[in-house]
DNA sequence: GCCAACGTTGGC
DNA sequence: GCCAACGTTGGC
């Protein structure tokens, strides 16, 4: 089992929506990188949910991968802002994942205490000028992680 | 295929 | 709101 970390502006979708709804389609994602991510997901694999662009920024519970390998149906609705005139029903550039709602922290593990206790290197999130929504974490640091949030 | 211009992300 | 970092676009 592979552990990631799914980014989320919370004014967008929170862990507070995905715990209403139980379940989501990750969709909208349109970075070639993170779509590759999207692609490696295993059914029964554990993603950390992030909140950026909010104060403060952090892992703010979990969530499970229930569906794999799903076309994105943004890219194909011009009334979505993810519309790609460039991709086709019979091609589909954009893959997502369907995930459902695990837990939410009862304390979120802040990007400042999240950069107290690892190094750039260990997670991509760290590292200078990181943009990436879907990132994977290695397991030993997704345990380290779990037992910070347990530690509290 | 280069690269300048532009747009976006996201922490601060 | 600023701006560094990075991805994408499009002219050549």
């Not at 999240?114 to 994977?136: H, I, Q, T, Y």
Request: with cysteine; proline share 7%.
């Amino acid at each position: 089992m592979n552990y990631w970390l799914l980014k989320s502006e919370p004014d967008v979708f929170s862990i507070d929506d995905l715990k209403k709804q139980k379940t989501t389609l990750w969709d909208g994602v349109r970075n070639y990188q993170a779509r590759n991510f999207l692609m490696a997901m295993q059914v029964g694999d554990l993603a950390f949910f992030y909140h950026s662009s909010t104060e403060p920024p952090g892992i703010v519970g979990l969530c499970r991968v229930l569906e794999t390998h799903i076309a994105d149906p943004s890219q194909f609705d011009p009334q979505s802002p993810y519309f790609d005139p460039k991709s086709s029903e019979d091609k589909p550039r954009w893959w997502t994942v369907r995930v459902g709602f695990v837990e939410k922290y009862k304390q979120m593990i802040t990007l400042e205490v999240l950069r107290a206790k690892f190094s750039p290197d260990e997670l991509v999130l760290l590292r200078r000028g990181n943009r990436l929504s879907v990132m994977p974490i290695a397991s030993g640091v997704a345990d380290r992680i779990i037992a910070l949030k347990a530690s509290r």
